[in-house]
């Protein structure tokens, strides 16, 4: 019985020590920076900013307008026509302010639809790596705060390579 439980024992610690994991890193968001397709993505997203900007001027424009309009006539404005007033600029003021809002929403929506195709094509070579290579796991250093990474772990210079990209040159 003893050697019964002794080898499984041992074969249980076996598996254990088989099973060990190979972690790797990389820098995702200095590779995305330097593919070429990041250039048409900024491009296309600050002219659907600037889209959105215009849209978002003309209804400011008109609460100004109203606004600057009310400020000229509110002495002569009966208490009623007043508050009539407020009431319309106060949902203007709303319009507005949501409007913005939306904006912002619908800007980091189209920055994802973007940024998409280009996270598929490096997340693909990511990928390939990673099972070439025997990674179980791959690790994104920027906004993470690692103490120690082994430089011999790090997949950028790979991915970079796969992909046909060059670091930049440093100026001294």
């Known amino acids: 019985m003893k050697s019964k439980i002794t080898i499984l024992f041992i074969l249980f610690i076996s598996t254990i020590s088989l099973a060990q994991t190979k972690v790797g890193t990389i820098n995702s968001d200095y590779l995305l920076a330097l593919m070429p397709e990041n250039k048409i ?4 997203s600050q002219a659907y900013g600037a889209k959105l900007d215009s849209l978002f001027s003309i209804k ?13 006539k509110q002495k002569e404005l009966t208490e009623e026509n007043r508050n009539v007033l ?3 600029l106060t949902k203007l003021d709303s ?3 949501r409007y913005q809002q939306n904006g912002n929403k619908l800007m980091e929506l189209k920055q994802d639809e973007l940024m998409r195709p280009l996270y598929k094509k490096l997340m693909g070579v990511i990928n390939q790596i990673a099972k070439q290579d025997g990674y179980t796991q791959i690790l994104k250093t920027s906004g993470n705060q690692f103490v120690f990474i082994d430089e011999n772990f790090d997949i ?17």
Request: charged share 40%; no cysteine.
């Open 41 to 44: 993505v900024a491009e296309r």
């Open 60 to 72: 400011l424009n008109e609460y100004d307008s109203k606004l600057k309009n009310y400020q000229e």
């Open 86 to 88: 407020i009431a319309e």
């Open 95 to 97: 319009e507005v302010k």
């Open 156 to 172: 950028t210079k790979q991915v970079m390579q796969k992909l046909g990209l060059k670091a930049p040159e440093v100026k001294k």
